[in-house]
């Protein structure tokens, strides 16, 4: 079955950096874009970046340009999303997300990121 396990959040003050990971397994990963969207208490969940297969194609959010960076290895099957100068309203659960076609939508169960002093 698919699998989508989140790593690497947790408390920084801001300006501080995080490195998410996303290991997947139970599909072809090499063959889907992924996703890297986020939910901030209160508020709607919203697409902050997506990579397609290869990794050249990349796209953000307005709010994350030129701190964020997603990249994958799919030798390991592992999307990642570094996150620098981050700040307060970065505060959410990131999600791992994959929609597989004929499948449909996975998620993965989320990482805290907060960004406080």
């Known amino acids: 079955q698919v699998q989508l396990v989140e790593s690497g959040g947790g408390l920084v003050v801001p300006g501080g950096s995080l490195r998410l990971s996303c290991a997947a397994s139970?599909?072809?990963?090499?063959?889907?874009?992924m996703n890297w969207y986020r939910q901030a208490p209160g508020k709607a969940r919203e697409l902050v970046a997506a990579i397609t297969t290869t990794g050249v194609g990349t796209n953000y959010v307005d709010s994350v340009k030129g701190r964020f960076t997603i990249s994958r290895d799919n030798a390991k099957n592992t999307m990642y999303l570094q996150m620098n100068s981050l700040k307060p309203d970065d505060t959410a659960v990131y999600y791992c997300?994959?929609?597989?076609?004929?499948?449909?939508?996975?998620w993965g169960q989320g990482t805290q990121v907060t960004v406080s002093s």
């Open positions: 139970g599909f072809a990963f090499g063959s889907n874009t």
């Open positions: 997300h994959v929609y597989i076609r004929f499948r449909g939508d996975y």
